[in-house]
């Protein structure tokens, strides 16, 4: 079975692309709840883009649509 090679970003970039501190993501993974699975690469804390996008879209929220103004 063979895997397309996905982007893989730093902390920094994992962070920016969620409006988050770096901070935020080390500290809730620190905690033991992690938002996003991540790789250790050489030292490195690495997060693959397709899991932060899959993030983005399980936390959208739907609102329903307001009744028309009279």
Do not use: F, N, W
């Amino acid at each position: 079975m063979s895997r397309a090679i996905t982007a893989l970003l730093t902390r920094r970039q994992a962070a920016q692309a969620l409006c988050l501190q770096e901070q935020t993501l080390a500290a809730r993974e620190s905690r033991g709840h992690p938002l996003l699975p991540k790789l250790k690469v050489g030292g490195r804390a690495l997060y693959r883009q397709e899991d932060i996008e899959a993030l983005i879209e399980r936390s959208v929220v739907s609102v329903p649509p307001c009744a028309p103004v009279k």
